[in-house]
Structures are given as C-alpha cells and as structure tokens.
C-alpha cells in the first residue's frame, strides 16, 4: 500500500494540537502479536479500530460460498483498519492477520466514536480516508477474484451487510433479491461499488433501500451478477443521490433508531388518530410525508399498517415520522397498551 500524507496516522497526530494529541493518545491501547496471527475473522463483530505502529498485516478474504480465499491488500505502519465496521455497526468483511511481529493501537468503538465528535481534525481525517478508499476500491476488480458471482442467502446476510460488501468491491452491477418461492422482490444497480437505482417491494430510490434494511431475514436469496448495463427498467423515480459512505452510515443508524421503537410501532399495532388541530412541523425532508399522514388521519383514526401501504415511503421513514408526530403530543396510537415515543 502506498504511504502518503492521507494515510498516514502517525502524520496526522503531529500536526494535532497538543491537547487533542493527548485526546487520541489516551485511549489507544498498545497491542503486540506474533507472525501469522490473526487480528480478526470475516464476520466478526466490529469492536475496535487498528492503527500500525510496526510490522505488516494482509486483509484476506473468503467467497460467500468459502471455497476461495483471496489477499485483498497489505497495510504497515500508519495505516489503520477497521473503522468500516465500526463506523456502520456491521460485521468485519475480510481476516486480518499479520504477516510478522507486529505492534498494533487499538481504539474501542464507543471511544473512536467520542474521538470523531469531540477531535474535528481527528473526524476529518477517517472520513477523507475512508472516501479515498473507497474511491481506489472502484478501480480494482475484487470481484473478478471469483469464479461466480456474489450469491448467498438472505436469512443470513441482510442487505445492509450486502451494500457495504458491495460497496467496498468497487464493482459495476446488478443486485436481485428473490424471495423463497423465486420471486423478484428487489433490485438495484450499482456502478463503481456506489448504488445508482434502486427497487424493492412496491417502493423506489433511497426508499427502497431504508426497507430493505429493516426487513426481517428471509428464506430468500441474493445474487450480484457483473455487468455494465442494468436489465431492470429503471427511471428518474428510482435514482439514488446519496454517496456510499453516507448511504451505509445512515443505512446503519436509522435501523438501529428503527429496532429502539416501541414494539406496537414497529409491528404497525394500532391506530393513529390527531390530538391537534393543526399540524406543527419543521423537518422540510419529511414535510409532504407528515402532511399526507395529517390528511389520511383527518376524519377517523387509522391503523397504522393501512396508512403505511397507502404511502410511496419505508416503513422505516414512515415510523420515524410517526414516532415524531407522537413525541411533539400531535397525535396518539391507539393500541391495547399506551405507547409512550423514544425521541430520537
């Protein structure tokens, strides 16, 4: 890997002020390992962020049907990985492992995360990395190492898990998700690793994405197949604006905000019914979604799931919006049990 001034860690740290060096410095850990050992497994939970301060690790990973294994890369002193992981709460996609004595700083999660707020020039310098990287990934062919094309089952790898393995091959294609019975129920098209277009169920675009990613694991299967030009009929109202690294992050952290949600919202339990006169909102991105809800709910409460199915959003963004609604004392849902709203 070549060493410039973006990637190396040990640059940034002498050009920090004195305090936000003491910052970073307190909470790296110093860890050692021997030759051949293995730092993580593909798949492991993301729990840490790795700097190298001596020695040489190799990113080595395994085809979704574990039959071959390919080095994606070797990294040494002052490069770092991990945050990928980190940064979208997903699992690891590739084995790291060193290929000699190696000296390694270890940053866990929550203190990485405190150090991304709280150290701005820190913040900066993972995400023009992490953009950087994924730019060069989109110029090389990870996925030619196979033999097939990205295939697997969805009761096993959920769609985010899916975009971000994707997204970090840097490949043009097309993503179809087949239910059990074999039928279409997703599409999108990716060029480069970043997804273009996009469908899944009876929704469009970035919409389509929020609920593919909060969909319960199925019997269904995926598969990626390489290709220049996409064979579904995509249009205008199925562009995705968002960049990856931006898709993958908000992908991560609005499911996360979806499986905090009361139980009875989540399940679409209940009716929702106004407790105001008139609708109070200041969110411009969910404006037309709150005023429809407000419209749909005028005369008489209304299940949820009814109004859900009656909309062109996730029931991700759906519920978000909801919860809101519920939380600023604007409407109520009617259910069994009283719903008190997690704020977001």
Not at 12 to 36: H, M
Not at 50 to 59: D, H, K, N, R, T
Not at 125 to 131: D, K, Q
Not at 258 to 268: A, I, S, V, Y
């Amino acid at each position: 890997m070549e060493h410039n001034f973006e990637a190396n860690f040990f640059t940034l740290l002498e050009l920090l002020d004195p305090a936000s060096r003491l910052e970073i410095e307190a909470v790296c850990a110093r860890v050692s390992y021997g030759p051949r050992e293995v730092v993580y497994e593909q798949s492991d939970p993301s729990s840490c962020v790795y700097i190298i301060v001596s020695g040489l690790v190799e990113a080595v990973t395994t085809s979704p049907d574990g039959r071959q294994t390919r080095s994606v890369g070797h990294m040494g002193k002052g490069d770092f990985f991990g945050d990928l992981g980190v940064l979208t709460g997903q699992v690891r996609l590739a084995r790291v492992e060193t290929c000699e004595p190696t000296k390694l700083l270890q940053i866990e999660k929550l203190a990485f995360q405190r150090l991304l707020e709280k150290v701005p020039k820190f913040g900066a310098y993972f995400s023009r990395n992490l953009a950087r990287r994924l730019h060069q990934t989109s110029t090389e062919a990870h996925l030619d190492i196979y033999s097939v094309d990205l295939a697997g089952n969805l009761k096993h790898f959920d769609l985010l898990t899916i975009f971000q393995a994707i997204t970090s091959m840097g490949r043009t294609g097309e993503l179809h998700l087949n239910s059990a019975s074999n039928e279409l129920i997703g599409s999108f098209f990716f060029r480069q690793g970043r997804a273009e277009h996009g469908r899944f169920a009876h929704l469009e675009g970035e919409e389509a994405i929020w609920q593919g990613f909060v969909e319960l694991a199925t019997d269904g299967t995926f598969v990626f197949h390489v290709m220049e030009k996409p064979t579904a009929q995509f249009t205008d109202q199925t562009k995705i604006e968002l960049e990856s690294i931006d898709l993958l992050m908000q992908g991560a952290t609005r499911r996360d905000t979806f499986h905090d949600l009361p139980e009875p919202l989540r399940l679409m339990q209940g009716r929702l019914s106004r407790l105001s006169e008139q609708l109070f909102w200041s969110d411009p991105a969910t404006q037309p979604l709150a005023e429809r809800i407000w419209e749909l709910i005028a005369k008489r409460p209304q299940p949820l799931d009814t109004l859900w199915r009656r909309l062109t959003y996730s029931s991700l963004t759906f519920l978000e919006t909801v919860n809101l609604l519920i939380n600023t004392g604007q409407v109520e849902l009617l259910t069994e049990e009283p719903v008190v709203a997690k704020p977001f």
